[in-house]
């Protein structure tokens, strides 16, 4: 129960400072400065649970005040913090009714019985690809059997190629929007065509059964 009650408390702190404060710290973002650093990385850990800005948006901006180098970095850090917030909170806060919510959904089952086989492999795989959303892949891992490490590595890994690319279009917006444009453009397509494949390879591999 004192678990409970403790993790409601840190979800409405979280909802509260990024819904109503969003706006001024995404201001202290746009400013640079070392103070800056730690509010991106805060408002970047804030996204991991509440989207309260789109995370495209968010890494550009970060990468066009820091620049490509450090703004990966900063925004790693954060969404890791995020990331491990969000694990922390379903494994030992919500269990029981993340476990509830997840018995409406037997395909996620089906993701959890391959990530305890193999969850390194598992993680980093929808890490990179986002075939299932990543709030789900950091509640079914909290419900796992997976060793706390293994998530956090796995997810630093598989998280960087996304960063980097949205950080990098950000760093070059004001000088190139097109060039910009041009690269998330491809990220996603890349992103969509390998998502076609694997659906249509599940498709086939049914169709053989």
Known sequence: MIKRILSICILLFIITVGFLQKDELLHLVKQGGTISIFISMLLVAICVFF????????????GAV?????????????????TIGFFLLSRYGFRDFAEEKLTKYPKVREYEDFLNRNSFVAILT??????IPA???NIICGLSHVKG??????????KIPNILILTYAGSIFNKN?????????????????????????????????
Do not use: E
């Open 66 to 82: 820091f620049g490509a180098a450090q703004g990966v970095w900063i925004s790693l850090a954060g969404a890791m913090v995020g």
């Open 149 to 158: 490490i293994t998530f956090f590595i796995a997810s630093a890994l598989g």
């Open 51 to 62: 989207p309260v800005i789109p995370f495209p948006v968010l890494a550009g901006v970060i």
């Open 177 to 209: 929007k097109l060039y910009s444009f041009g690269i998330y453009g491809c990220y996603l397509l890349v992103i969509f065509l390998i998502y076609i494949v694997i659906i249509y390879r599940r498709t086939s591999h049914k169709s053989n059964d």
């Open 126 to 131: 929808c890490r990179i690809i986002p075939i």
């Open 135 to 137: 709030p789900v892949v």
